[in-house]
């Protein structure tokens, strides 16, 4: 059984930092992609950043210069540091597991992000 379990979110203010955590279980880590999707209130759920297993990520425009994915493999971890953080960041943020030889996506429970003073 596939598990994404994500940790770290919170309420932080303007300027401030946080970070997630995904631990996946029950699949080959190597056979996915991983990323982190965020969904805010009455708007469509956007990637903000996925990271394949060689280590080449992307991110979005909006997150460039302030967020950062790092992969770990032994550890079957994601980390997604959050720095410079926005109101506009304030979304629910989900775990992503790709998997593209069976072309199926997993995702964890979701984790809040709010930035506010």
């Known amino acids: 059984q596939v598990q994404l379990v994500e940790s770290g979110g919170g309420l932080v203010q303007p300027g401030g930092s946080l970070r997630l955590s995904c631990a996946a279980s029950g699949i080959i880590f190597s056979n996915v992609v991983m990323g982190w999707y965020r969904q805010a209130p009455g708007k469509q759920r956007e990637l903000v950043a996925r990271i394949g297993s060689r280590g080449s990520a992307y991110y979005l425009d909006s997150v460039k210069g302030r967020f950062t994915l790092s992969r770990e493999s032994a550890q079957n971890t994601v980390a997604l540091q959050m720095d410079s953080l926005k109101p506009e960041d304030t979304a629910v943020y989900y775990c992503?597991?790709?998997?593209?030889?069976?072309?199926?996506?997993?995702w964890g429970q979701g984790t809040q992000v709010t930035v506010s003073s």
């Open positions: 992503n597991a790709h998997d593209v030889y069976a072309n199926v996506d997993y």
